[in-house]
């Protein structure tokens, strides 16, 4: 994969989530909720948290931490314009863009981007902030 997130600055909050044993997971990968307190990689869906470390596809590993809250260097989907202040969401494999309205109620909402984020490019987001 690419575009992965990069850790800039805690606290950080990691929890523990299952995930597929047969499934590789790159560090800094945006995942989200395939089941409850369940993680899958995925390019839209409700945001389950940053994977903090690698996981092998050959392994047998079913938990994985994943942070749900600290600040990140992520990057804006391909003909996006993210400004300072707009909440974000998943918008591809690793990518982000602006939330909708509604997507604060249905909880895909990834954080709150610190900066303006140009297309392709990348940019702090506090993964986390709701507001």
Same mark, same amino acid.
């Given at each position: 994969?690419?575009?992965?997130?990069?850790?800039?600055?805690?606290?950080?909050?990691?929890?523990?989530?299952?995930?597929?044993?047969?499934?590789?997971?790159?560090?800094?990968?945006?995942?989200?909720?395939?089941?409850?307190?369940? $993680? @899958?990689? =995925?390019? %839209?869906?409700?945001?389950?948290? *940053?994977?903090?470390?690698?996981? !092998?596809?050959? &392994?047998?590993? /079913?938990?994985?931490?994943?942070?749900?809250?600290?600040?990140?260097?992520?990057?804006?989907?391909?003909?996006?314009?993210?400004?300072?202040?707009?909440?974000?969401?998943?918008?591809?494999?690793?990518?982000?863009?602006? $939330? @909708?309205? =509604?997507? %604060?109620?249905?909880?895909?909402? *990834?954080?709150?981007?610190?900066? !303006?984020?140009? &297309?392709?490019? /990348?940019?702090?987001?506090?993964?986390?902030?709701?507001?």
């Amino acid at each position: 994969m690419a575009n992965e997130a990069i850790q800039v600055e805690g606290e950080y909050i990691i929890h523990d989530f299952t995930v597929a044993a047969s499934t590789g997971i790159k560090q800094g990968a945006l995942l989200i909720l395939s089941d409850p307190r369940t $993680a @899958a990689t =995925g390019e %839209l869906g409700v945001f389950a948290g *940053v994977a903090m470390t690698e996981k !092998d596809a050959t &392994s047998d590993q /079913t938990e994985l931490g994943l942070c749900t809250d600290g600040i990140f260097t992520m990057t804006a989907q391909s003909g996006t314009t993210i400004v300072a202040g707009a909440m974000v969401i998943i918008s591809g494999t690793n990518t982000i863009t602006n $939330a @909708a309205a =509604g997507d %604060l109620l249905t909880g895909l909402v *990834v954080g709150k981007a610190l900066e !303006d984020i140009a &297309s392709n490019t /990348t940019g702090e987001v506090h993964v986390g902030a709701s507001a």
